[in-house]
């Protein structure tokens, strides 16, 4: 028997997979310290960098905590 079918979440969505633009706008001087972990977590370390996210719900749900401090686009 083959083994098809179970390559996991692997193949699974990636074709067409959406992109996300996130840049900082805002410097997170002054908000919480969480705030600016979420801020580093993204991958953003200076103020008007830009780093590209695979659309998942989890970057989308640190977006969202962050949302005064960024702007995000989506991208192909």
């Known amino acids: 028997m083959s083994e098809q079918g179970s390559g996991g979440a692997e193949g699974r969505g990636s074709q067409g997979a959406k992109v996300l ?3 900082l706008t805002k410097s997170p001087i002054g908000y919480s310290y969480r705030q600016k ?29 962050v949302r005064h401090l960024v702007t995000v686009e989506e991208v192909g």
């Open 21 to 23: 633009r996130i840049t």
């Open 37 to 65: 972990r979420t801020v580093r977590a993204l991958g953003l370390r200076r103020m008007h960098q830009t780093v590209e996210q695979k659309d998942t719900p989890v970057i989308r749900g640190m977006i969202a905590k």
